[in-house]
Each structure stands twice: as C-alpha cells, then as structure tokens.
C-alpha cells in the first residue's frame, strides 16, 4: 500500500448494509456467489474428491521429443492427452463446427540439463513451458517447472500450466475467431489462455475427464494459488510485451472460464481488458514499492481510512486496540478479533506484522512462518473492522454468508482505498495479496466471527470482487 496524507474524500464513502432490501439492477460481477457452491457445483473437498491423476487412466498415446518417460512426462503427456478430448469437443462446440487439430510437435527438456534449440531460444536456465506458433508446439521444463509446482501446489498445478499453453494454441488455430491479430497485445492473448484453461478445469470438475479429477474446494483453491507462484512482478505495465497479468487478473480470467466457458473467453479484448486489468507501473513517489511496514502508526492510518469508508453507514464504528487478539470474553481469532460487547478490534500487532512482510524470492506466501505482504495484514483487521457495520443492522455474523458479506465489505474498502486522497492507498500487488490471503486454510478476509471461513476459495474471491466492484452488491447479494 502507499501512504499519503489526509485529503478530502470526495464521494468516496460507502452506505452498506443499512437495510435489509436487495439494491435494484444488475450485478457486475461474475455469476452467483453461493457458499455451498462453486460456479453451481457443490463444494467438495480432497477427502471426497482426491485431486490428482485417476486411478486407473487408460493409457496415453502420445509421445514427445527429448523426453525421458518419468513422472513429470507422464503428467504432461495424460494433461495433454485429456486436452485434446476437451478440445475435441468444445472447439466445433463453441466455433461453428471448427474441428480441433492435435499439434505438430511435444517436446520435454531440462532446464538444468543439455540444451535444447526450440523456437529459436535455448533451453538453458529455462524454467518454462511454451507454445510456439512456428512450429505449433508445446515445450515443458521436466526438471524444474513442473517438479516445483508438484512440491508447491500438487500436480494439478502442473496440468494448469500445460492448459494454458494449449489455450493459445487454440488461439492460433482459430485464428480470426479468437480476436486475436499480430497487433493484440500480450495481455489479451495471456488473459485468454487462463480463460480456457479455466474452461478446461470445469470439463474436469464435471467429471468429464478420464485421467485426472479435482475437489472444488481444496483442489481449485490449490488452482488459484498457482496463479499466485506465475504472476507478473508488482509494478509490471500490462502494456508490456510479455506481460501475464498480476495474480487478480489471472485468477478473474480463470474463474470467467470456468463459470462460463470459452465463448466468454474469445470475447475477452482489449476494451473489457482495460476496464478491470490492475496490473500497472508503481508511482514514481511509491518508494518502497508498495509494501509499507505493518506497525502503530499505520495502523493509526487505516483505522482512519476505516473510518471513512464506513462513515455514512449509520453504524457506531470500532475502535482499534492492539494489546491482543483475544477479546474480554475470552475468544479470539488470530491476529484480529472483533468484540461485539465492547465494539472494540483487537490485535496481535506482532502476528500482524510478520503477515504483512512480504515473502522473500522462492517462498510461498503465507506458508510456514512467510508473510504475504501489508495489504493482506491491513484487510484482514479491515474484515473485522465490517463486523461492526453489519451488527449494526442485526445481520448473523456466525455463518457462511456473514463471511461472505465480510469478504464483500472487505473489498468494497479497497475499493476505496484506491481513490486519490486516501490516506492508505492502494498500490499494484495489493489485491494479490488478498487473493492469496483468501487461499489460505483459515483466511480472515472471508471468514465469519468466529474465524471459519467460506469452504471454497473460489467464492471467497469472487464475494471479495464484488465488494470491490460495487459496493451496493454487499447488500443485495449477501443480506
């Protein structure tokens, strides 16, 4: 986040949750936010749906160049075996009978091993998978990429990657109808690809694939987090040759894809683009490039940003204590707490400042001890902050949809944070920060009083984006 001096806010507060009435009008953001549900599956977990390979997969009958048949081969080989069934379906499905050709070239190398001349780039150091339109081929690191994400997120993070990369060979066989020219800026054909990798994630999660199944809880959510660990650098310009996207616009492109499918993510263009890409180039007065020090005095700055938020909702706002996590009643949810008997939020400040400092190179964020960044410590006392405004009208705060009505105030803040004049603005990076705070097991941002949180990452983020989106949406989706 930046910090900045007080300034009038101008329009800037928010009226939430003072009735009970839905708002008029149509929602913005992405289909219905169920807790129970995910894109109108039910949620299942990997006790009830072991995410990974099948038991049992028939057996693949493809093969690639330079490959040495272990474990990571296979898993690429059986992805791409299952994306050419889906492919083979969805593609004369979705694009007026245009039938889906299998590609020219499979080619495995090590990143750390003899290298390889593909696509006019050496294969040294290079921990990557591509797609190359020269030779329509699709080439995967085996000795790095793919073992690194097995270890960080399961092999279905691996089959993520290797969906991407079919998704722009499908761009390039549809030519005309995906949108795409030489022109198109890398940003749209990488929005794209997430998009139907997406589409493909929902083909596996129907149960529709042979070789690989996912829960819709802890599965997709491990799915979302890879969006995370592949994200552009904060402070990319999404106008960049090269540029991905931030982790929120990755996971916005996947989630479309998934809960639409890719007729949705063909329409995906420069114009809806630029309406909702939040990847962007630091300020020049942003010195330490968006990650302030979690500590008393900006503390002392977000109660104020709070404050001027929630004003004109009509409710007696908390206060901010930062003695402890644990209320006078004895319970707690760590490292923020809010307490209906006193309307005070307490916190940890210590716990509060190891999240909020930002994971050193090759760390997972909110792993084992690593932090996440200041904005995920800031909306998660943010999250507690709302109870109050939502007691006010005597909403439950101790079920599923208060949590997700939390995660909805929580980014309709932010979305105030943004504005010119805010005393804690918002920097590039700060919303991935909360989609990976929301990944985590026991997230605050989306989690009742009493810290248990909406089961599914994916309705955690996208309650989270509504908010954010449009205040207003709080109410009528989640009263």
């Known amino acids: ?42 949620v299942t977990n990997d006790d009830q749906v072991r995410s990974g390979p099948r038991d049992g997969a028939p057996k693949v009958d493809l093969t690639a160049e330079n490959a040495d048949n272990g474990e990571m081969d296979q898993l690429a ?43 006019q780039t050496s294969t040294s150091g290079l921990v990557n998978a591509f797609y190359c339109s020269l030779d329509d081929s699709i080439a995967w690191d085996r000795g790095v990429l793919l073992p690194d994400l097995d270890k960080q997120f399961g092999k279905m993070s691996a089959v993520t990657v290797l969906a991407h990369e079919v998704g722009h060979a499908v761009q390039f066989k549809l030519g005309p109808k995906s949108g795409i020219t030489q022109a198109t800026k890398t940003i749209v054909k990488e929005q794209q690809a997430d998009c139907y990798a997406g589409g493909f994630f929902r083909w596996i999660a129907d149960g529709k694939s042979k070789r690989f199944q996912i829960s819709t809880g802890e599965g997709l959510n491990k799915i979302l987090a890879t969006m995370f ?45 630029d309406s909702r890409i939040s990847e962007e180039k630091f300020a020049d007065k942003d010195k330490l490039r968006g990650n302030l020090p979690v500590d008393s005095e900006r503390i002392r700055k977000l109660k104020i940003s709070l404050d001027d938020a929630f004003k004109s909702s009509g409710a007696k706002l908390p206060e901010l204590k930062e003695k402890s996590s644990r209320c006078p009643d004895g319970k707690s949810t760590e490292p923020a707490a809010y307490c209906p008997s006193d309307n005070t939020v307490v916190m940890d400040l210590k716990k509060l400042t190891a999240l909020g400092t930002p994971p050193k190179r090759g760390q997972e964020p909110g792993g084992d001890g690593v932090g996440i960044g200041d904005f995920a410590a800031f909306a998660e006392v943010a999250s507690r902050y709302t109870m109050a405004i939502q007691k006010n009208v005597n909403l439950p705060l101790d079920n599923e949809k208060a949590a997700l009505r939390t995660a909805c105030l929580t980014g309709a803040w932010a979305q105030v944070a943004e504005k010119e004049g805010s005393i804690l603005r918002i920097s590039p990076g700060d919303l991935d920060e909360a989609v990976a705070e929301m990944l985590m097991g026991q997230s605050l941002i989306a989690a009742d009083i009493n810290g248990n949180p909406v089961k599914a990452g994916f309705a955690r983020v996208e309650a989270f984006r509504v908010g954010y989106v449009n205040a207003k949406e709080c109410t009528a989706r989640f009263a």
């Open 77 to 119: 080989l059986g992805a791409l075996a299952d994306l050419y069934e889906y492919w083979g379906e969805r593609m004369p499905a979705d694009f007026e009978g245009q039938k889906f050709e299998p590609l020219a070239r499979l080619v495995s190398y090590d990143s750390k091993g003899k290298a390889l001349r593909i696509c």
């Open 229 to 273: 660990f592949i994200r552009d650098p904060a402070g990319t310009d999404a106008n960049k040759q090269g540029a991905h996207g931030l982790a929120w616009d990755r996971v916005y492109a996947f989630q479309a894809g998934f809960s639409n499918g890719p007729k949705t993510c063909a329409k995906m263009d420069q114009k809806e683009i």
């Open 1 to 42: 986040m930046r910090s900045y001096l007080p300034l009038a806010l101008a329009g800037a507060v928010l009226v939430l949750v003072s009735c009970a009435s839905p708002v008029p009008g149509n929602p913005k953001g992405e289909g219905e936010v169920d807790p129970g549900s995910v894109a109108g599956l039910p």
